[in-house]
Each structure stands twice: as C-alpha cells, then as structure tokens.
C-alpha cells in the first residue's frame, strides 16, 4: 500500500500564528483529502484536493501530485482550530485510502 | 441533506461479547466504507461495499468481524467475540458513484468501541 507521512506529530501555537502542515506519500495517486479531527472524534473533511490548490477562509491547501506531497496552511489559528488533522490518499478512483498518523495541533488561546 | 449517521455513539462490553455497530450513509450514496483507529494509532481501511456488495474486504482483521449492507442501505459491522484489541474508534463513510468532482468522502462522527 501507499506510505503516508506527515509532519510534525505535535505542534503547539499561540492563538492568532500561521501554521503549515504537510503531507508526503510514497506513490501517484488518484484523491487526497485533508481531515481535521475535533475534540469530540469527529472526522471533519476540510478538502478534497488530489492536484492544486484550493482555499476555505482561513485554511488553504496546495497538492503537487508529481513531487508526491501536499500542504495544509492555517492562518490566524484560533483555538477551535486545536484537533488533529489527517492526510489521507488512495491510489484509484475513490478505493481505500490510506491515512497519515496525523498532526496534533493545540492552539493555545 | 443529513450526513453519515453512526450508531451507537460509544459502546462499552466485556471481552467476549458481541456488538453490533450500524452506519447510515448519506441518502442515495451507493459506496459505503469502514475504516477504524486503534490505539491510538492511524486510520486504517475495512471494507468497501458498493451498494449491498463487499468490492474490498482486504482490512477486515479476522472472521470475528462480519459487515453486511442488506438492500444497499445502512450497513452494520459485528464484532463477535470482541477482543480488547478490538478497542477504538470505527469510523463509516460514503460516496456517491459519479458526484461533483471536489466532492470526496464524507465520514460519520465514529463509533468509539472500548472492550474490557
């Protein structure tokens, strides 16, 4: 299967820093989505992002498909920003994915 | 459009037992995936079932779990006889065959499984 790497594990910020978060996979793929986990377990879909780059307010991303890595930027963090945030890829149309180990984000107020 | 409801929320048995974990997914949505998070560790894929039959089976761990999607609706996971490795947090998502192009998975708020 596909290795899902992403970095750092843990990251602790002051309310209001930027942030980026990455996502690096061992072999082409097909669908990347971004995930961010709340405090209540949830699984939250942030972007569905296999190529390029999109924006949603405060967070944005940017997937290079050919160099095999993808980004998670977060501006201006809040605390309801604080959860863990996944990577998650799949190699054909919407089969399995396989997910990173994700980043644990606390920002502190 | 409601989204993918999971059932129970948590659940707490004693090893050995049998629970039965069910997912509704999105309305209309043909695909149907169980993932799961053990330990604490990362997400990892079950299976796959598109409408009520299973295209991918590959993480099912071992024959204690069976999953069904009877009529290709909701779906339920059983585990019988849990074992304490089986503790953690399962997950259900779906997709619609042919949706929206930045349309991806969409996933339940989680089953959180604790066998003692």
């Known amino acids: 299967g596909i290795q899902v790497e992403q970095s750092p594990p843990d990251l602790i910020l002051q309310e209001g820093a930027n942030s980026t978060l990455r996502c690096n996979f061992s072999?082409?793929?097909?669908?990347l989505q971004w995930f961010h986990q709340n405090p209540w377990g949830q699984l939250i879909n942030l972007f569905y992002i296999p190529s390029g780059t999109k924006q949603n307010g405060r967070l944005s991303a940017t997937t290079v498909a050919t160099e095999r890595y993808s980004l998670l930027y977060i501006s201006s963090s809040q605390t309801t920003d604080s959860g863990v945030y996944f990577c998650?890829?799949?190699?054909?149309?919407?089969?399995?994915?396989?997910f990173g180990s994700g980043t644990k984000l606390n920002v502190k107020p | 459009e409601a989204g993918v409801t999971q059932f129970p929320s948590h659940s707490v048995i004693e090893k050995g037992q049998t629970v039965t974990l069910r997912c509704d997914p999105i309305s209309g949505h043909d695909n149907l995936y169980w993932y799961r998070r053990v330990m604490g560790k990362e997400i990892k894929f079950l299976l796959h079932?598109?409408?009520?039959?299973?295209?991918?089976e590959s993480g099912m761990p071992n024959n204690r779990f069976l999953a069904e999607r009877t009529g290709g609706t909701y779906s339920t996971l059983k585990v019988q006889p849990a074992e304490l490795e089986d503790s953690g947090v399962y997950f259900c998502?779906?997709?619609?065959?042919?949706?929206?192009?930045?349309?991806?998975?969409?996933f339940g708020s989680g089953t959180r499984l604790t066998v003692v």
């Open positions: 079932f598109v409408k009520e039959s299973k295209q991918d």
């Open positions: 998502a779906s997709r619609l065959t042919g949706g929206p192009a930045n349309y991806g998975y969409t």
């Open positions: 998650a890829v799949g190699e054909y149309n919407f089969n399995k994915f396989y």
């Open positions: 072999d082409s793929v097909n669908n």
